[in-house]
């Protein structure tokens, strides 16, 4: 599946903003998504994470309470919604998309199997 982000930008700190993953070539039902972010000389981590249905999900601690992922399958889209935003949320973001015949968030990155170009989050002081 084809993946591509949009929705990244600049922001002042405690503003908001929803990215957005389109999907392409498969239907996004199929698949468990999930958003990651790098920042400037850190790893790969994983931010938020849904289950093909929507119903089951997984946030990183830094995330709880400011981020929400959701998804559309019929759009073939997911979002994360991003507010409360800090400086150190600054990272570029990727979506990532799981082929699984289960229906529960992905933790492990090992099993996303299709990326997308990522898209850049700044977060201004």
């Known amino acids: 599946v084809q993946l591509v982000e949009t929705g990244g930008g600049l922001v002042q700190a405690g503003g908001s903003l929803r990215l957005s993953c389109l999907a392409s070539?498969?239907?996004?039902?199929?698949?468990?998504m999930g958003w990651f972010r790098q920042a400037p000389g850190k790893e790969r981590d994983l931010v938020a994470a849904?289950?093909?249905?929507?119903?089951?999900?997984y946030y990183a601690d830094s995330v709880k309470g400011r981020f929400t992922i959701s998804r559309d399958n019929a759009k073939n889209t997911v979002y994360l919604q991003m507010n409360s935003l800090k400086p150190e949320d600054t990272a570029v973001y990727y979506c990532?998309?799981?082929?699984?015949?289960?229906?529960?968030?992905?933790?492990?990155?090992?099993?996303?199997?299709?990326w997308g170009q990522g898209t850049q989050v700044t977060v201004a002081t």
């Open positions: 990532a998309a799981d082929l699984t015949a289960l229906d529960s968030a992905t933790t492990d990155s090992y099993q996303y199997d299709d």
């Open positions: 849904v289950s093909r249905s929507a119903g089951s999900k």
């Open positions: 070539g498969r239907p996004l039902s199929n698949y468990a």
